[in-house]
């Protein structure tokens, strides 16, 4: 294979990946992302209290979940306030920064309230609950 060929094909590739993740990046600008790690006690009651029923609610619909273990946060992307240091620990991210976050876990109340409050944020809030 030519070299002009070669590199022909590698830029044609490297231009459909960046448009590709370009086209994801622009198709959701908003996205809640839970930092958590194995043997976390309030991941898991946070995982039987709310993940069952999140992606049914119009908040799931504005900030779809999006899952990253703690020790991974460098390679998210996001740009954070400041690191997380706790687990389970929610950010509310618009446009790749951090717009708040909601450190661990209590019930299932106090997180819907805190959500709906740094939704509110958002440039295009969720609609209320009916």
């Not at 070669?6 to 198709?27: I, K, M, P």
């Not at 446009?95 to 295009?124: Q, V």
Request: with cysteine; charged share 20%.
């Amino acid at each position: 294979m030519s070299v002009r060929l070669f590199r022909t094909r590698f830029l044609l590739a490297l231009a459909a990946l960046t448009a590709g993740f370009l086209a994801g990046a622009v198709a959701q600008a908003s996205e809640l992302v839970m930092f958590e790690q194995g043997g976390c006690v309030y991941c898991a009651r946070w995982n039987r209290d709310v993940a069952p029923v999140y992606d049914k609610t119009a908040e799931a619909k504005v900030l779809p979940l999006r899952r990253i273990d703690i020790g991974q946060q460098s390679k998210a992307g996001l740009a954070l306030v400041s690191p997380v240091l706790y687990t389970p620990t929610f950010v509310v991210v618009d446009n790749g920064k951090e717009i708040g976050r909601i450190t661990g876990y209590i019930s299932d109340d106090s997180f819907w309230g805190l959500l709906d409050s740094l939704a509110a944020k958002l440039e295009t809030p969720p609609q209320p609950k009916s």
